[in-house]
């Protein structure tokens, strides 16, 4: 398995961008399918973006399409959540994810809060 460690969150006006980060353990980073979740006040955990093992793949949650951009290195094993455009609505913590199938996921970062504030 691998670990995740996130970071770059933090507070953010309306409208500004963060840009986070998920550096992952291990030398099969490529294997893995990469993803964000997000889980906001009061709400349940939910899906925002996932990339293939070599990039080519991506989707993006609707709430976030055209907003939110997920893209990897894996040269430096790292994924990444380009955010623009944020919102109050926004607000979450942040959980990048690992899985050698999608439909199990193998790892999960602690998770780093975005505030973003009105």
């Known amino acids: 398995q691998v670990q995740l460690v996130e970071s770059g969150g933090g507070l953010v006006q309306a409208g500004g961008s963060l840009r986070l980060s998920c550096a992952a353990s291990g030398r099969t980073f490529s294997r893995y399918v990469m993803g964000w979740f997000r889980q906001g006040p009061g709400k349940e955990r939910e899906f925002v973006a996932r990339?293939?093992?070599?990039?080519?793949?991506?989707y993006t949650a609707d709430s976030v399409k055209g907003r939110f951009t997920i893209s990897r290195d894996n040269a430096k094993n790292t994924v990444f959540l380009q955010m623009n455009s944020l919102k109050p609505e926004d607000t979450a913590v942040y959980y990048c994810?690992?899985?050698?199938?999608?439909?199990?996921?193998?790892?999960w970062g602690q998770g780093t809060q975005v505030t973003v504030s009105s």
């Open positions: 994810a690992a899985a050698l199938k999608w439909a199990q996921i193998d790892s």
């Open positions: 990339i293939s093992g070599f990039g080519s793949v991506t």
